[in-house]
């Protein structure tokens, strides 16, 4: 399962929690702009803008789980198991396939308005990468700086969602999603006032009394809330190092450790966490085992060339040793 969110301080910052049992050998990958983008169904994208996120690059294609465009517009896909439908090519529609989704939208657009007025003509279709990689269960989240989207392929037909958290999970459908938060309307970051009775007098024996009530299991619905809560609530200083450490922080907040979700005979664990400075392209990560951020920027490559990079996720942990 997945936890995405937005975080705004003076920059404004995108990113996802990657939860799974194995690893498909991830990588942070730029797709500059002259890099042909290829589609199944609709015409290639010989010119776009440049992307950078983390991939699975499989036979030179760059598979994306969550990137950012050089014009500050970011996607991620979350798994959606059991709801996520397909169908099949829509004669004129845009017939796109999920594994094409990001780097579609990316390529062309620069803002949610401008990817709401294309989803209007747009179909996610049944056509797998390849019988090695089968599609996956996904819906999606598109922000920019000022709004974000949730897209989800369901039987129904497809759904756009206005999205005013800037948070997604997994399931169920979003719009029970955001019906479940009536159930935490009495959440505060503040100490809570008494309503019980009158006739009692409550100690305020502990900070974050507030927030009980708060779910803390590692569920797909409890993990929204905990994320919606904690993203909204969150301040930092407007400093790169204090809002990156703060975005962490949000992710962190619903993390999977080894140990707590049985899948089979594996655990599923964060694999990574990911934090995209949407406007200076700057995309920092850590991993399960690696508390370090490691960075990489877009614009410290060819942003006019044609050849993918690709950057293997550092797994082991750094330590440094004071003394």
């Known amino acids: ?43 290639d994208l010989r010119t776009h803008h440049a992307i950078v996120g983390m ?6 294609y760059p598979l994306y789980y969550d990137a950012t465009n050089e014009k500050g517009l970011s996607m991620a896909g979350l798994n959606f198991p059991d709801n996520a439908d397909y169908k099949p090519e829509t004669q004129g529609k845009d017939n796109i396939t999920p594994f094409e989704f990001i780097p579609w939208i990316l390529g062309q657009f620069e803002t949610v308005a401008q990817v709401r007025e294309a989803l209007d003509r747009l179909v996610l279709v049944d056509i797998p990468f390849s019988p090695q990689f089968p599609l996956s269960p996904l819906h999606w989240i598109v922000s920019d700086r000022q709004e974000s989207l949730t897209v989800e392929s369901v039987k129904d037909g497809l759904r756009v969602y206005d999205n005013p958290l800037g948070v997604l999970t997994n399931n169920p459908t979003f719009d029970i999603q955001m019906f479940n938060l009536n159930n935490y309307a009495s959440l505060s970051p503040s100490q809570p006032e008494t309503h019980f009775s009158k006739k009692l007098h409550f100690d305020s024996y502990s900070r ?85 951020v490691t960075a990489v920027d877009m614009h410290k490559v060819d942003l006019d060339g044609d050849t993918l990079s690709s950057y293997p996720l550092l797994t082991g942990q750094s330590i440094l040793a004071q003394n």
């Open 55 to 60: 991939t699975t690059v499989a036979d030179g």
């Open 208 to 292: 974050g009394l507030g927030g009980i009530g708060m779910p803390g299991d590692l569920s797909s619905m409890s993990r929204f809330v905990k994320a919606a809560f904690t993203a909204v609530n969150s301040v930092s200083g407007e400093s790169e190092s204090e809002a990156i450490s703060q975005f962490f922080h949000i992710l962190g907040s619903v993390a999977q450790q080894r140990g707590c979700v049985e899948v089979g005979d594996r655990y599923e664990i964060t694999i990574y966490s990911s934090c995209c400075n949407t406007d200076t392209g700057v995309y920092y990560y850590t991993t399960y085992e690696n508390s370090q």
């Open 1 to 43: 399962m997945c936890t995405a969110t937005n975080y705004t301080a003076k920059d404004h910052y995108f990113g996802r929690n990657l939860d799974l049992e194995f690893s498909y050998n991830e990588s942070v990958t730029i797709t500059p702009r002259n890099f042909v983008l290829p589609f199944r169904t609709v015409d």
